[in-house]
């Protein structure tokens, strides 16, 4: 997911920010993420050297995840998002909690720094979150969960 910083009259160009996450499915959490200006492959290994080790590692058709070593199985989906709808779903998490990231908002951050403050204190949040959610379904298999993300901020 990207997104810009540094608002700037429309003749210049603005500078990219790049919201790197990764998901794990079950429980659904962050198990790394990465805010840069750049997304290249030496950024995506560190945050796969970083996180626990996984079965299956599913990414989308970016170039960058071809020069990236997976200790698992890499499934690399260029035509389809099958396997990677968790991720895109937290990415719109991301757009829907933090107004920082939505689209033509007034709201923007002035530096990467400051963008990596706000991702990394929502990220601890969404992953109590997820681990609070997990441990219910397990207790209570057919009831619906009573909690909600918000109940971690």
């Known amino acids: 997911m990207y997104h810009f910083t540094n608002k700037r ?30 997304k290249c492959a030496w950024r995506i290994q560190r945050m796969v050297d970083e996180a626990d080790w996984a079965k299956k590692y599913c990414t989308d058709g970016y170039f960058g995840y071809l020069d990236v070593v997976f200790p698992g199985e ?19 998490d991301l757009r829907h909690y933090i107004p920082l ?14 963008l990596y403050v706000v991702v990394s204190v929502f990220v601890e949040a969404y992953n109590k979150f997820g681990r609070a959610k997990a441990s219910w379904q397990t207790r209570h298999p057919q009831k619906r969960c009573p909690l909600a993300f918000v109940d971690f901020l």
């Open 101 to 114: 990231l939505r689209r033509r908002s007034k709201c923007f951050p002035r530096s990467i720094d400051t």
């Open 9 to 38: 009259p429309r003749t210049e160009t603005r500078e990219n920010a790049y919201v790197m996450t990764m998901v794990s499915r079950f429980p659904r959490q962050i198990a790394g993420f990465d805010v840069a200006a750049d």
């Open 74 to 92: 890499h499934a690399y989906n260029i035509h389809n998002k099958n396997d990677t709808f968790t991720a895109e779903s937290v990415n719109a």
